[in-house]
């Protein structure tokens, strides 16, 4: 319950928030330009709070859903454009009415919404590299047999400085480097005992697209390493008859050091039927367990009936950037969401990516939720991916949409006239389907992955 509640208000929070920055955009450019504004709300439904402006003009909204908001503008909507509207209108409201402005004046009003997202996004991500976050340092831990790192020449211990001359300071960093690197020549610059190396190697193609793909395991093959833990056992199975316990450490495998998960899950894959040796720490005793794994009736593979636990071998650090980092860091974050979001679109569209990753309403809440349960910096990092996206959203050229008005927008620039307010209202219907079709799917991934568990 107290974690619904925590989900719940997070979210709320998140999309109050940010929707309020997107039509405060709006609201302030159409007003410095003269555009004379009606009302503006955050939230809606029936209104608990409002309140005129000094100059009597704007009436200020809150309302009781805090789910959404909007700025109204006289002679924003087609049927305030129709001739019958704008005859009775006063000459002195009709020259300010967002209809009748030039094609500019509408664009930087259409567009505002969204850049007022990106700014926010930019602004979080400064305040953020400013303050400081935990981060894992970008130290290899574990190298897979045969793996291209192995054959490279990089070590245990090595630490990884920069990827394709961009610098480093996290391993998710190594992670976000090597990813569009994939298919090419990728150079990767080492620490090592007070010396500093390069590597190269050739990064093939994922089989699972490089996005959905974790690169530096899977294909360069190495990762920080990891502390691996039992977290559950199942009853009467071949880790409960040989004694393992909720809360153990797994240290050695045979004669071999743990410090991967997978790798430690694909040992006891292929030792089906065999006993294998399990080094265990319990608290402060070291012990060995005797385990045989039992083959999976459908696959054949060994299995050991635990639900296993991983943290990073490395413990994390604080990094702060200075001054000028920061804000370079700001600007560049914000791009690079910017493009990811994109990129994942896309990918959908031409479902290089599966539709079934978009996540709706009840993703973002338990996302929110988790982000606020591991303290401010990692929801201010989730508040500001949420407003790239709804920057993004928003330039989609879909009827209803901001992009979708700077499509109008275009058109009537080339065609010399604006549309017909009559093929505006069937076009903006064809866009809200479109955006219920779309929010009733992504609701439909979140109940389909709820009852997954």
């Known amino acids: 319950m107290i974690e619904f509640l925590t989900d719940t208000v997070a979210f709320i929070v998140a999309i109050a928030l940010l929707i309020a920055i997107h039509e405060y955009g709006h609201f302030i450019v159409a007003r410095?330009?003269?555009?004379?504004?009606?009302?503006?709300?955050?939230?809606?439904?029936?209104?608990l709070f409002s309140w005129r402006s000094r100059d009597g003009e704007v009436e200020y909204i809150l309302a009781a859903i805090p789910l959404g908001g909007y700025v109204k503008m006289l002679g924003e909507n087609?049927?305030?454009?129709?001739?019958?509207?704008?005859?009775?209108?006063?000459?002195?409201?009709?020259?300010?009415?967002?209809?009748?402005?030039?094609?500019?004046?509408?664009?930087?009003?259409?567009?505002?919404g969204p850049l007022f997202n990106f700014l926010f996004a930019i602004f979080l991500y400064i305040m953020i590299g400013w303050s400081g976050q935990q981060v894992i340092p970008p130290v290899v831990g574990h190298i897979n047999v045969?793996?291209?790192?192995?054959?490279?020449?990089?070590?245990?211990?090595?630490?990884?400085t920069g990827v394709n001359g961009k610098p480093i300071h996290a391993w998710q960093h190594v992670e976000e480097a090597l990813k569009p690197a994939v298919g090419?020549?990728?150079?990767?610059?080492?620490?090592?005992?007070?010396?500093?190396?390069?590597?190269?190697m050739a990064l093939p193609l994922p089989k699972q697209d490089a996005l959905l793909s974790n690169i530096g395991e899977s294909l360069v093959g190495f990762s920080s390493g990891q502390r691996v833990f039992v977290a559950s056992?199942?009853?009467?199975?071949?880790?409960?008859?040989?004694?393992?316990?909720?809360?153990?450490?797994?240290?050695?495998?045979?004669?071999?050091?743990v410090d991967d998960v997978r790798s430690l899950i694909h040992y006891v894959q292929q030792h089906a039927g065999t006993a294998v040796t399990m080094g265990v720490l319990r608290g402060d005793l070291q012990m060995n367990v005797q385990i045989t794994p039992k083959a999976d009736s459908k696959t054949g593979l060994g299995r050991m009936g635990v639900v296993l636990n991983a943290r990073s071998i490395q413990a994390p650090v604080h990094y702060r950037m200075g001054l000028f980092e920061g804000v370079s860091y700001g600007f560049t974050r914000t791009w690079d969401m910017t493009a990811m979001t994109l990129e994942v679109l896309g990918k959908m569209v031409v479902n290089t990516i599966s539709p079934s990753n978009l996540g709706g309403p009840i993703a973002i809440a338990q996302m929110a939720g988790q982000t606020v349960a591991y303290g401010l910096i990692p929801y201010l990092?989730?508040?500001?991916?949420?407003?790239?996206?709804?920057?993004?959203?928003?330039?989609l050229p879909v009827p209803i949409l901001d992009g979708g008005h700077l499509t109008y927008l275009g058109l009537e620039a080339v065609r010399g006239r604006p549309l017909s307010p009559e093929t505006m209202e069937k076009t903006q219907v064809v866009g809200v389907l479109l955006i219920a079709a779309l929010m009733i799917f992504a609701f439909y991934n979140d109940i389909a992955r709820f009852l997954q568990g």
């Open 184 to 200: 090419k020549e990728v150079q990767i610059d080492l620490a090592r005992d007070g010396r500093d190396l390069q590597v190269h």
């Open 32 to 47: 410095k330009l003269g555009i004379k504004v009606e009302k503006f709300s955050v939230g809606f439904g029936p209104s």
């Open 146 to 160: 045969d793996s291209l790192a192995e054959h490279a020449g990089v070590q245990i211990g090595d630490v990884i």
């Open 381 to 395: 990092l989730f508040l500001a991916l949420i407003s790239v996206n709804l920057g993004v959203l928003n330039l």
């Open 233 to 257: 056992v199942v009853k009467d199975s071949p880790a409960d008859r040989g004694g393992l316990k909720n809360g153990d450490e797994m240290v050695r495998l045979d004669h071999e050091v």
């Open 78 to 112: 087609p049927e305030e454009q129709k001739e019958e509207a704008t005859t009775a209108l006063k000459a002195a409201d009709l020259a300010r009415a967002f209809h009748v402005q030039p094609v500019w004046k509408r664009a930087a009003v259409a567009v505002a």
